[in-house]
């Protein structure tokens, strides 16, 4: 199984990023994906969750929602974070993740299974 981010960058207050995770070697249907974020000096945590049993289920932190979108494309086995209205305060190392179970990895990063190397998120003021 593997996972890999790509997509961050340098970006102002405002503007958009699209994070992309390239999955492989596993079913789409036996894991749920999400994206966990680290910020300098804090702990990993949770921020969004596709769930795999319903692929239409999505979650999000409360500190992203309404400004950030969780989507797959399942035939280019592609996990996707769009970012918009980026704030100072999203800047963060991110990580795509993949779990056996629901999306209730996202209360608790040990329970991830397979981890992609993180991508560099910076927003300026």
């Known amino acids: 199984v593997q996972l890999q981010a790509s997509g961050g960058g340098l970006v102002h207050a405002g503007d958009s990023l699209r994070l992309s995770c390239a999955v492989s070697?596993?079913?789409?249907?036996?894991?749920?994906l999400g994206w966990f974020r680290q910020a300098p000096g804090k702990e990993r945590e949770g921020v969004s969750c596709i769930s795999r049993s319903n692929q239409d289920r999505t979650l999000y932190a409360n500190s992203v929602k309404g400004r950030f979108t969780i989507s797959t494309d399942n035939a280019k086995a592609t996990l996707y974070f769009q970012m918009n209205s980026l704030k100072p305060e999203d800047t963060a190392v991110y990580y795509c993740?993949?779990?056996?179970?629901?999306?209730?990895?996202?209360?608790?990063?040990?329970?991830?299974?397979?981890w992609g190397e993180g991508t560099l998120v910076t927003v300026s003021s």
């Open positions: 993740a993949a779990a056996f179970d629901s999306c209730s990895f996202l209360a608790n990063a040990n329970w991830v299974n397979y």
């Open positions: 070697g596993f079913t789409r249907d036996d894991y749920s």
